[in-house]
C-alpha cells in the first residue's frame, strides 16, 4: 500500500473508487465532474490517495476553502484495511496545519461513514442537504482524539 498526495492524473482512478460504492452514492455520477475533482485538489483544498500495485484503491479530498471533508472513499473490496483511517488522519493532520478553524462533513444517516466519524470524535450539528447528517471538529477535539 502507498500513500500520497492526490495529483491530476488520478483523477480518473477517484472517479472510479467514488462510483463504486455502496453507501453515500451519488444519485447522478455526473453530478461530481473531472474539473470538479481538479478544483478542489488544486484550488480549494488538497487530497490524498492509497494505490496498490498502481491502482487507487481510497481517496481523500478536503476543501480547505468551505472548511469541509469533500470526500472520503475507499473501494468495497479494501474497506476494513486501515485505509480510510490512514487516508482521515493525513488530511486531518494537513487541514489543522493550515488553518484553527473547525471542519465539518456530512453523511448518511446509519451508514459505515456515520459510524467510523462518531468513533473519531466528531459532533453532531444539524441536518443538511435533505436528511444528511452534518458533523463538526474542532482544532481541540482533533489534537485529543487525533
Known amino acids: 500500500m502507498i500513500f500520497r498526495e492526490a495529483k491530476i492524473k488520478d483523477i480518473e482512478q477517484i472517479q472510479i473508487v467514488r462510483n463504486s460504492v455502496r453507501e453515500n452514492t ?3 455520477p ?3 465532474s473531472n474539473k470538479d475533482c481538479e ?3 488544486t484550488v480549494r483544498g488538497k487530497g490524498w490517495v492509497c494505490e496498490i500495485e498502481g491502482t487507487v484503491v481510497g481517496f481523500a479530498i478536503v476543501d480547505l476553502k468551505g472548511k469541509n471533508v469533500w470526500a472520503l472513499f475507499v473501494k468495497p473490496e479494501f474497506e476494513s484495511k486501515g485505509i480510510a483511517k490512514e487516508l482521515y488522519t493525513r488530511m486531518m493532520d494537513w487541514y489543522f496545519d493550515q488553518t484553527r ?3 465539518w462533513l456530512s453523511t448518511l444517516p446509519n451508514t459505515r ?3 467510523f466519524y462518531e468513533k473519531l470524535g466528531w459532533t453532531k450539528a444539524g ?3 435533505k436528511g444528511e447528517i452534518k458533523y ?3 482544532y481541540k477535539s ?3 482524539n487525533g
Open 101 to 103: 478553524t473547525p471542519i
Open 113 to 115: 461513514a456515520e459510524k
Open 30 to 32: 455526473a453530478l461530481i
Open 39 to 41: 478544483e478542489f485538489l
Open 26 to 28: 451519488l444519485s447522478n
Open 127 to 129: 441536518e443538511i442537504n
Open 136 to 138: 463538526e471538529m474542532t
Open 142 to 144: 482533533w489534537i485529543q
